[in-house]
C-alpha cells in the first residue's frame, strides 16, 4: 500500500504540474487586456500591412490626393531621416539620406524645409539616446535629452553633443543642405522668413536671420518652453511650457500651451496667455487662419483638441477647446504631432498603441497585432479630417511598425 500511495501522490504532482504549465497561462491569456507586454516580440516583428480602407477612408485618400506635401520624420532605414508624401500616402521618399539623425521638420513660407541634424556633430545622438529619442532614465514621452550618463560614452560628451547639433535648411527635393543655426532644436520660421525661433537647453530663443543677432523668444522668467511655432501672421508665438517661474507652476510633465504677444521685432511684449492645461499637451500648433489652436492633450490617452480662442473660459481660466475624433476607442490609442492642412480641414498626425510607459520593456519598434485582428501601430503617420466636436475618417499613410512623427503639411500658394 505504501508504493501505491507513493505513486498516487507523485501523479498527483506530475498533474499539478502539467496544470500550472499548460492551463494557468491560457486562463491568464483570456484575462489579459488589449496588450501584454510579455506577448510583444523581442526583435521587430518585420512588415507590417495597413488597415484595409472602408469605403468612407478610400473616398478621403482620393479627395487628399492632390491636396500638397506633407514632411515628416521616420527611423524606418535603421536612423532618423526627413521623408515627404502626398497626403493620401503616395510618392513617399526619403529627402536627407544621412547617416546622421534628422528630424523636427518644418516647412518654410517658401517651399523650403527647416530640420534638426547632428550630422555635423563629433558626439552623435545615437551614442546619447535611443531610436525613439530618449535615454534610459524617461523624463517625459518622446523627450530628446537624459541624465546622468551616456549609453556609450562620458557624460562630458553627452553634454557636448547639442551644441555640435543644429538647425538646417534644404530645398523641397532634399538639395541645397545648409547651416542656420547651432545648438538649437524644434524650430519654426516667421512668416516673413525673416526670424528663426528654436528651443535651446529648454527655452525659446529666436534669432533674426539677417543680423544673427540672438534673443529671448519668451519672458526671461519663463520656465521650460517646447515647440515654439510663429502665429500665422507673425504677430505671436506659441509653446508647450510649464510656466512662469516665478509662481505656483505644474510639474515638468503637466505642459501648458502658451501663447506670447510679439513685438514688431519679434521680442515678447504684453501679456502671456496659458491657454491650456494637460499632462501631455505636446507640440501645439496653430490652425492656419490664426484663430484657433491644436494641441495633443491626455494623461493616459492622448487624444487632438481644438481649442478656439475666442471660446469663455472655464472655472480654472482655461479653454476646454472640442475633440476632433479620429482613431477609437480614445482610451487605446495616442494621438501626437499634430499638422493642420493649410487650406482644407484635415490634419495629419502620428498614432500610437497606448503604453508609452513600457516601451524601453518591449519591442522598441513594433506590437503584435490586437487579438480581434485589427492592427497595433507604432507612430503611424496618419491623416483625418478635422471637424472638432465630431468623430471623423482617418487614413493610415506609412506601414511597417516604425516610428513615423513630427509632421509638417505644405501647399504651394
Not at 247 to 274: Q, V
Not at 368 to 387: F, S, T
Request: proline residues 7%; glycine residues 8%; neutral net charge.
Amino acid at each position: 500500500m505504501g508504493e501505491q500511495a507513493k505513486s498516487f501522490s507523485n501523479g498527483l504532482l506530475f498533474s499539478f504540474v502539467l496544470f500550472v504549465l499548460l492551463v494557468v497561462p491560457s486562463l491568464r491569456a483570456q484575462e489579459k487586456r488589449w496588450m501584454d507586454i510579455q506577448d510583444c516580440p523581442a526583435k521587430h516583428p518585420g512588415p507590417w500591412l495597413k488597415i484595409k480602407d472602408s469605403p468612407e477612408q478610400a473616398k478621403l485618400r482620393k479627395e487628399l490626393a492632390a491636396a500638397g506635401k506633407i514632411a515628416f520624420a521616420s527611423n524606418r532605414d535603421g536612423n532618423w531621416e526627413i521623408y515627404v508624401t502626398n497626403p493620401d500616402g503616395t510618392g513617399q521618399k526619403n529627402l536627407t539620406n544621412h547617416p546622421g539623425w534628422d528630424i523636427y521638420p518644418r516647412w518654410t513660407p517658401e517651399g523650403k524645409i527647416i530640420f534638426f541634424s547632428d550630422r555635423d556633430a563629433k558626439v552623435k545622438m545615437a551614442q546619447i539616446t535611443n531610436q525613439l529619442m530618449e535615454g534610459i532614465v524617461q523624463v517625459g514621452p518622446w523627450a530628446l535629452f537624459r541624465y546622468p550618463s551616456s549609453y556609450n560614452g562620458s557624460v562630458a560628451e553627452e553634454r557636448d553633443v547639442m551644441p555640435q547639433c543644429g538647425i538646417y535648411m534644404m530645398d523641397a527635393d532634399g538639395s541645397n543642405v545648409k547651416l542656420l543655426v547651432k545648438e538649437a532644436r524644434t524650430a519654426s520660421l516667421s512668416p516673413d522668413g525673416k526670424l528663426l525661433t528654436f528651443e535651446r537647453r529648454g527655452k525659446t530663443i529666436t534669432r533674426n536671420l539677417a543680423t544673427s543677432e540672438e534673443f529671448d523668444g519668451v519672458q526671461r522668467y519663463f520656465g521650460l518652453s517646447r515647440w515654439p511655432e510663429f502665429s500665422p501672421d507673425g504677430k505671436r508665438i506659441l509653446v508647450a511650457s510649464i510656466g512662469d517661474t516665478r509662481g505656483i507652476t505644474p510639474g515638468a510633465l503637466n505642459l501648458m500651451a502658451t501663447i506670447f504677444d510679439l513685438k514688431s521685432d519679434g521680442r515678447p511684449g504684453g501679456p502671456l496667455w496659458n491657454v491650456n492645461f494637460g499632462a501631455l499637451t505636446l507640440c501645439p500648433r496653430w490652425r492656419p487662419d490664426g484663430k484657433a489652436i491644436l494641441i495633443a492633450q491626455g494623461a493616459r490617452d492622448n487624444r487632438l483638441q481644438e481649442i478656439d480662442l475666442s471660446e469663455k473660459p472655464n472655472e480654472q481660466g482655461w479653454l476646454d477647446g472640442k475633440t476632433i475624433g479620429l482613431a477609437t476607442p480614445a482610451d487605446k490609442h495616442i494621438h501626437a504631432f499634430p499638422a493642420y492642412a493649410p487650406k482644407t480641414k484635415h490634419v495629419a498626425f502620428s498614432l500610437a498603441p497606448l503604453h508609452f510607459a513600457v516601451r524601453e520593456q518591449i519591442a522598441p519598434l513594433g506590437y503584435r497585432p490586437w487579438k480581434d485582428g485589427n492592427q497595433i501601430v507604432w507612430q503611424e503617420l496618419c491623416v483625418g479630417r478635422a471637424e472638432a466636436g465630431k468623430d471623423n475618417d482617418w487614413i493610415q499613410l506609412t506601414e511597417g511598425g516604425y516610428a513615423n512623427r513630427d509632421a509638417d503639411w505644405f501647399v504651394a500658394r
